[in-house]
């Protein structure tokens, strides 16, 4: 029999294989989504695994075979996370009726509301539904996206309503196939101009509630310590909403490449881990993990629970268990098995989120190249942490930069710059605008006091992102890039890498 830690086969070099089958796999099965895969495919997986299982036992210097169940079993859990995930419109789910009528639904609002002044949106965990002047009503399941334009009164998380509305498909706007965003939070119809009634308060998790409310009166207090847009900077750093921004900060922000600072990221989570650690000195390094680890999932559900930081929650425990246990991670096995089990509970996000995919791109770029690329920046001055924030951009940026442009056709050139410029400012920025909003509670001229500490910094930051975007031609709007360039370009880079990597081992 096979020693896993026998020279034949490595621990680590089966796990690579099954995670690399897993997500090629998961990959490649978008264009082969099914609620229900054929029993032959099922029986024919289980009869090889088997095969490859007697291989195993009968011969210890068959590791062909292990790699062989290592594939087997990657490909197996991909069917299983796509078959599970797959929907399949049929009488009992909502989007079934979803044909442009107007339609009464009966559900509770099943996550936090989507403030976009005037209109809310809410999404609506459907139960029961009725045609428009029927009293005959359907049981029915799934969830609805719907659009109050008035947006008063304001319903909470978990309270029971009724909604009145045209009930439609989502569709593609723009060339955005809007179906697909909504499906990664298995949102299968909408409703527009809803007339929204409230029948029961107060349902829903308590845990979840209790964190929703404490967000919003959290934004809320962020919006009176502080004018707009800074607020609404200040939010997007702190709880990752950005719905307050201005449309030319937005665009401001993307051409100078700093978009990913107003949406919560590993970069935040590596902060919020940095703060614990300093709250939690005086416990031993052993027992803080479970108190972090709490404080880590408190904060991504209270941020909202992207993939993007849910990638770097979990990414950051793995540290906290890694550090609290005297183990040495793999970086490249803990990103992808961060990858595995996201993918197990949604494979979507590896087809349809841009964020979940750039996010990947940018920790394989920072895994990757950042330890090649500090020997040649050593020369330059680390004064407030700049030369690894350049080495970080660039990283990030030779990994991500091919798959940004494909996703959304816009290369910013002036990225590295500001980046450098604004890095050392984003923790100051937490820190002062958390701060200044928690001690306003206790004493809110205190609280003002380090809000104008914090509205400086917020403002070296718009300024920078406006000023870097003045530049000439400091972005380029590229269209229709070929994939196969992209592919080209990846292909090139790792080549490029090997290289590098040999030629050190050498």
Known sequence: MVRLGSPQVRPSRLAATFLGCFLIATFLLQWWQRATYPVELWLTLILLIGIATVGLIADETQTPCAYLCAMLLGISCSFFAVEHATHQPSPATVDWFARGQTVILHGTIADEPDRRPPAIRYTLNASLLAASGSIAWKSVNGRVLVTDPIGWPERSYGDQVTARGRLTLPGTINGFRYDRYLSIADIRAVMTRAHIETLKEGGGNPFFKTLFRLKQR?????????????????????????????????????????????????????IVIALLSGLLFWIPVTWRLLPATIAIIAFTVFVGASASVVRAAIMGILGLFAISTGRRVNVRLAILWTAFFMLMWNPTHLWYDGSFQ??????????????????????????????EAL????????????????????????????????????PVAMLL????????????????????????????????????????FSSLHLENVSVVIILAYYAALITAIVGVVDNFAG
């Not at 791109?361 to 330059?380: Q, Y």
């Not at 798959?403 to 400012?425: M, R």
Request: proline share 7%; with cysteine.
């Open 218 to 270: 959290f934004e809320a207090r962020l919006n009176r310590l502080f004018p707009e847009p800074h607020a609404s900077l200040a939010a997007g750093l702190l709880t990752g909403s950005r719905r307050g921004i201005p449309q030319h900060l937005s665009d401001s922000f993307m051409q100078s490449g700093l978009t990913h600072i107003v949406a919560i990221s590993g970069f935040n989570i590596t």
């Open 358 to 387: 750039l996010s990947f791109a940018a920790v394989i770029g920072l895994s990757e190249f950042s330890p090649l690329l500090k020997p040649a920046l050593t020369r330059l001055p680390n004064l407030l942490g700049i030369r």
């Open 391 to 426: 080495e970080a951009t660039i990283a990030a940026q030779l990994s991500a930069m091919p798959l940004g442009i494909l996703l959304f056709g816009n290369l910013s050139l002036i990225s590295p710059l500001a980046n450098v410029l604004v890095a050392p400012a984003i």
């Open 433 to 472: 605008c958390a701060l200044a909003a928690l001690t306003s509670y206790l004493m809110f001229p205190l609280g003002q006091l380090l809000a104008y500490g914090g509205w400086i910094v917020l403002q070296w930051i718009i300024w920078i992102a406006e000023w870097c975007a003045r530049i000439p």
